[in-house]
């Protein structure tokens, strides 16, 4: 994707002393608040770097293992049509996963050192995917809630000051959005089915509603994060900036499928002009961050198996490329 010859990050030569670094850091500073992308061959402080790749990293495996509660449903979808729409849609997300690899990877590191993280618990992946898809409806909540809230963080992302990451999420976005309209769509089609399939739909609602908030990370004053982030703008919104956006615009979507969002003191509050809401568990969140998710463990070995697998895939698309593409080492 990236055609740039990249610097080897150890071929970088280093400042060589601290009034250098300072001034290496004031020029960067000035390029970010100038609103300028970093590129990959730029100078950059090391632990804007490091930050990247530990978002971006996360970012990509959430992508991955993200097809993992989809793929559940792909042989059982109730139509031809269905089952197209929702293969279609999970190959974007591995996709997205593949952009998103590849935007790390201009930071020096490499896919399997991440890939290596992610199987050994050092990198974490977002909490939603730690919650089983138990039937149908919770297809339409995944694309509907989970995706929506994906875009709502994701546009901003566009915006970030890594060049690379940028506009791997403009790509990413126009997917997102229709995976937004595929999920509400499917809630479309239950909440105005037979009872049971409304039903369905509203016991979806009640078990992705709140795991769909806690995707936006810690409240702010919780967040060792964000701060830097803005910083740098490598976030430019903040955790509860955007979630308060995500419950202002689905909270009419939900009214619009007559369900109800479980929450008793989800309220419009004429003044803030906003939805007022209820608390996050919190205790939940930290678990399932924690790697305590009601199917953590099957989703790292589903992750680990395919990879364990696909082994000879990656040796054989190496001895293909190495034969008829031979890279030629430069001294
Ligand atoms: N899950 O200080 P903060 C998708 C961790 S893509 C797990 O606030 P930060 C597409 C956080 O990493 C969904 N861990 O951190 C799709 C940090 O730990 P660390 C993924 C979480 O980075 C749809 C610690 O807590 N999207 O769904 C979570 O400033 C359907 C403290 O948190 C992205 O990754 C969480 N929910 O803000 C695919 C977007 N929240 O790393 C298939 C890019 C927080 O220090 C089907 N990422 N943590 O050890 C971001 O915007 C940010 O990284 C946040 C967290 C907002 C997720």
């Keep these: 994707m990236y055609t740039t010859q990249l610097q080897k990050h150890d071929d970088k030569p280093a400042p ?33 770097r490091r930050t990247l790749i530990r978002q971006i990293s996360q970012h990509a495996h959430s992508e991955v293992v993200g097809m993992l509660p989809e793929g559940n449903w792909l042989t059982r ?25 590849s935007a790390a990877e201009t930071l020096g590191i490499s896919r399997e050192e991440m890939v290596e993280a992610l199987h050994t618990g050092r990198s974490k992946y977002s909490t939603i995917f730690n919650y089983p898809t138990q039937n149908w409806a919770d297809i339409g909540a995944i694309g509907w809630l989970v995706d929506g809230a994906a875009i709502m963080n994701q546009v901003p992302l ?34 105005n ?40 703008r490598i976030k430019r919104e903040t955790n509860d900036e955007i979630r308060q956006r995500f419950v202002d615009v689905t909270v009419p979507q939900a009214e619009a499928l007559d369900l109800k969002i479980p929450d008793s003191a989800l309220k419009w509050n004429k003044d803030r002009e906003h939805y007022d809401f209820g608390e996050i568990n919190w205790s939940e969140f930290w678990s399932v961050v924690k790697g305590e998710g009601p199917v953590a463990k099957e989703r790292i070995s589903a992750r680990t198996n395919a990879w364990e697998n696909g082994a000879w895939v990656r040796e054989a698309a190496a001895a293909h490329a190495a034969r008829h593409n031979p890279v030629k080492k430069v001294a």
Aim: glycine share 6%.
């Design 16 to 48: 060589t002393g601290s009034a250098e670094t300072a001034e290496l850091t004031e020029a960067f500073e000035a390029r970010i608040a100038a609103d300028e992308f970093i590129e990959p061959n730029d100078w950059m402080p090391e632990a804007y």
């Design 77 to 101: 979808a109730p139509s031809l049509r269905r089952k197209a729409v929702l293969l279609a849609k999970i190959q974007d997300e591995g996709g997205h996963g593949l952009y998103l690899y």
């Design 158 to 191: 566009q915006r970030t000051s890594y060049g690379p990451y940028a506009r791997a999420m403009v790509r990413v976005c126009k997917e997102e959005s229709f995976h937004q309209r595929q999920g509400y769509e499917i809630m479309m089609a239950m909440a």
């Design 193 to 232: 089915g037979t009872p049971e399939q409304k039903e369905m739909a509203q016991d979806s609602l009640n078990r992705w509603w709140w795991p769909s908030l806690m995707m936006f990370g810690p409240t702010d004053d919780n967040s060792p994060n964000t701060a830097q982030s803005m910083r740098w």
